[in-house]
């Protein structure tokens, strides 16, 4: 008898709940004009008919609180958190656009319990890649993205949308070739204390080649280009543990260089999986109180979490996914932005260097704007080397219109040719570092 009450009053609990709350677990309602509605469906979620509701609710009431994802998170191009809306009970979910300042950003679904990332909101493009940014100036309406899987958050194409007008329309399907990296910010989410980084490393030539004429696209190649790619984890101020070694595991087998000789050897021969891991000393910079992680380069990124642990106590420091920061597609062809630069010199002094960048789609390759470039790159930079010298130096960028197609950066100091050593290109698109260097 005191079973069946229990069970009656459980009933009675639930229906209360579904008609006092109607599963919106939000308890608000705005305007959604200009807003990015959605639903997710999936484990945790209570249905949205009547009798699953019922049941989801008794069953998955202790379960649901702290077992889905119950933030959409919405990060900057450049990682900031700009805002986060809440995930209700029934899965929906409302984003203001007007509180995102016109910003570009990525959706990301959290559970802010446990830091557990489902993914990122995505919008199909046909048989090209998916859209995995949005550019808050192209918005004219608000977005229906209907209802998505937990684990597949890919919303309706961007074709079939009125969000935008045609020519974001057209923006958008060109950027989506283009922005995969973008998802890697999903590290900041699940790691709150320490940075990580993906170096990717290209050579564009020598100084030579380059001066007075800009680097030949049409030579460009993963075989004749490429060098490496290099997990890298940072710590700043006081926020790291007294560490002296680390261990970073692989989520699957893959090769790597000596982690004790990343300056000259590139070469990836060294086995590592779950339970072999890639050593490595770590490295102090008193100066800017900076702790500095170079582990070491790998001949690929599987999907999965890289785990990295402090190799003489053996806790946790982090877990990073790398995947989506993938240079190259399936074709072998560069997914972002290859620099084009051009030293101009007037009697054998460099005056200015000016630099073009150009992105592949099915299409072959392409030319783009200032503009193009922003939606999706963040800090560029030219800095120089001169011969028999080991300090870096910054090149000044000048302003240049969002319409162009050339940016310019001028020395600060008087620089002859001859005593040029090298340039480095760099510029990062989510957790991924490109650094092009010409030397």
């Not at 009933?11 to 509605?37: K, N, Q, R, Y």
């Not at 977005?143 to 958008?172: C, N, R, W, Y």
């Not at 800009?214 to 984890?233: A, H, Q, R, V």
């Not at 932005?337 to 030293?343: E, G, W």
Request: charged share 20%; with cysteine.
């Amino acid at each position: 008898m005191k079973i069946s009450h229990s069970i009656s009053i459980i009933f009675f609990t639930a229906i209360l709940i579904i008609s006092g709350c109607g599963g919106s677990g939000s308890g608000t309602s705005t305007d959604s004009s200009m807003a990015i509605t959605g639903s997710l469906s999936g484990d945790g979620f209570v249905q949205h008919n009547w009798f699953d509701k019922l049941y989801s609710r008794i069953v998955n009431i202790a379960y649901a609180a702290g077992n889905r994802p119950d933030k959409i998170v919405v990060v900057a191009k450049d990682g900031r958190i700009l805002n986060n809306f809440e995930i209700a009970d029934d899965g929906t979910f409302e984003i203001e656009i007007e509180e995102l300042d016109e910003e570009n950003f990525t959706l990301f679904v959290q559970n802010t319990v446990n830091s557990e990332v489902s993914g990122h909101i995505k919008l199909s493009n046909g048989a090209n890649p998916e859209l995995d940014i949005f550019d808050g100036s192209t918005f004219k309406n608000g977005l229906q993205l209907g209802t998505m899987d937990v684990d597949d958050l890919t919303g309706p194409s961007i074709d079939d949308t009125d969000a935008f007008e045609d020519a974001g329309k057209v923006f958008l399907k060109e950027l989506a070739n283009n922005d995969d990296a973008i998802a890697s910010h999903q590290n900041k989410l699940t790691n709150s204390s320490i940075d990580s980084n993906l170096a990717i490393v290209f050579n564009l030539g020598n100084v030579a080649s380059v001066t007075d004429s800009f680097f030949d696209i049409s030579t460009f190649s993963k075989e004749t280009n490429f060098k490496g790619m290099m997990p890298l984890f940072y710590y700043y101020g006081d926020e790291a543990p007294d560490l002296e070694n680390v261990t970073l595991y692989p989520p699957a087998n893959i090769l790597h260089s000596d982690p004790n000789n990343t300056q000259n050897d590139l070469v990836c021969d060294i086995p590592a999986n779950t339970n072999i891991g890639i050593d490595k000393a770590v490295s102090y910079n008193d100066t800017f109180n900076i702790v500095t992680i170079e582990t070491a380069y790998v001949d690929r990124l599987p999907e999965g979490e890289w785990t990295l642990i402090n190799a003489d106590t053996g806790s946790a420091l982090g877990a990073f996914v790398f995947a989506d920061a993938k240079p190259f597609n399936s074709n072998t062809v560069f997914k972002s932005f290859v620099p084009i630069p051009k030293i101009n010199t007037v009697e054998n002094t460099v005056i200015s260097v000016n630099l073009k960048f150009n992105r592949y789609d099915n299409s072959g390759t392409k030319p783009i704007n200032k503009h193009f470039f922003d939606t999706l790159s963040e800090d560029l930079n030219i800095s120089y080397v001169l011969t028999g010298s080991n300090t870096t130096h910054n090149l000044t960028v000048l302003e240049i219109d969002d319409d162009s197609f050339e940016i310019i950066f001028e020395p600060t100091e008087l620089i002859i040719v001859g005593a040029l050593d090298r340039l480095i290109i760099s510029y990062k698109i989510g957790e991924a570092k490109y650094q092009f260097f010409v030397e």
